[in-house]
């Protein structure tokens, strides 16, 4: 299997660029996380689904993040406007039984 | 609330000591425990988990982990350090009654192993 897989890996925008990173996950899985990392803050979790329906988006810092799901094989979790303070890693991991397994991360930098 | 609580933001051990990264946690039920390794520029690997059963929880690259139910506490040990080892280490925890919820993850550790 190839795992959690994410793209792009580096993004680089600038404040006010809309900017979409996108997720597979492993496939049987059926459930899927958004975490974002900073130094600051750590690991947040921003939103996760469970067969495709959201399930708590708590997390999501503001109204210019959304994330969606339309089929068992695909996320995608937007900005839009990207603002300097978003930048961070944003990992996607998926589990079925109880561990999560995460994908290597998309790198967002906001100029 | 869940809470996850790792005191020390570095530890550091010469190679081929025994180590320990500390975890405390707070759940209202009992609790699912997990710990995962970060290297530089990648995602999080899984170390091991503790669901039930027995309190010593053996994972991944010789890594066990010891669930103290009284001292909510799952700490993450090694017999002999290795500079490979050297990592961001996560510990995580959600309650055992909860399938439907996330992981919550404390800060993280940084592990530095010297030869």
């Known amino acids: 299997d190839a795992g959690v897989i994410q793209s792009p890996r580096h993004e680089v925008t600038e404040m006010g660029q809309e900017v979409t990173l996108r997720c597979k996950p492993i496939?049987?899985?059926?459930?899927l996380f958004w975490y974002r990392q900073t130094m600051m803050r750590g690991l947040e979790l921003l939103i996760y689904?469970?067969?495709?329906?959201?399930?708590?988006d708590s997390g999501m810092p503001e109204d210019r993040f959304s994330a969606k799901m339309p089929n068992a094989s695909f996320s995608t979790l937007k900005i839009q406007p990207s603002e300097p303070r978003d930048s961070a890693v944003y990992f996607c991991?998926?589990?079925?039984?109880?561990?999560?397994?995460f994908g290597e991360g998309s790198r967002l930098t906001v100029l | 609330a869940q809470s996850v609580a790792q005191p020390e933001d570095q530890v550091n051990v010469a190679e081929g000591n025994p180590l320990t990264v500390k975890c405390t946690y707070s759940v209202s039920g009992n609790p699912y425990l997990f710990w995962y390794v970060q290297y530089p520029n990648r995602g999080l690997q899984f170390l091991l988990k503790y669901i039930t059963g027995d309190n010593l929880v053996k994972g991944s690259y010789g890594f066990e982990a010891e669930f103290n139910k009284s001292q909510t506490s799952f700490h993450l040990k090694k017999p002999s350090a290795l500079v490979s080892d050297s990592a961001l280490y996560f510990c995580a925890v959600r309650e055992a009654n909860q399938a439907g919820t996330a992981l919550i993850f404390g800060k993280g550790t940084t592990l530095s192993v010297s030869s």
């Open positions: 496939s049987g899985h059926d459930y």
């Open positions: 689904f469970n067969n495709n329906v959201p399930i708590d």
């Open positions: 991991a998926s589990s079925y039984s109880g561990e999560l397994f």
